[in-house]
């Protein structure tokens, strides 16, 4: 689910939310009879938020001839949380076998909680 919205007493400031969910899915041991669909990885969670502010727009500004930002038409900073509530989520697994040819799984997880910040500009 992904919502954004903006302040309606100011509308150069934005907020988005996005909710991602995935059900539990079975996987198996490759050439693995008695372990076929039996294991599962887990259930998907993930919650991202950012935040948006227009700094600079030329529609609404008057620029002075010999300003640096003459050539931009708008300026945008923006600040995220990627992972908000910081779960491990498992993506797949990595399968080792040892010497006695015993098969163990390794989850392989994404990333945790992640902090993004970053500046778009258009000209």
């Not at 302040?7 to 400031?13: E, Q, V």
């Not at 008057?62 to 908000?84: K, T, Y």
């Amino acid at each position: 689910m992904f919502f954004q919205d903006y302040l309606a007493t100011n509308k150069n400031l934005k907020m988005y939310l996005n909710l991602l969910y995935g059900s539990n899915l079975p996987y198996n041991i490759p050439n693995s009879v008695k372990y076929r669909n039996a294991l599962e990885i887990p259930s998907y969670i993930r919650v991202d938020i950012g935040f948006s502010a227009l700094l600079l727009d030329s529609d609404r500004s008057r620029r002075r001839s010999h300003s640096p930002f003459l050539g931009f038409d708008n300026i945008w900073a923006s600040l995220e949380v990627f992972n908000l509530i910081d779960r491990d989520n498992t993506i797949s697994y990595l399968l080792i076998k040892d010497f006695s040819n015993t098969t163990y799984t390794m989850p392989q997880r994404l990333t945790p909680r992640l902090l993004n910040f970053k500046i778009v500009a258009r000209w």
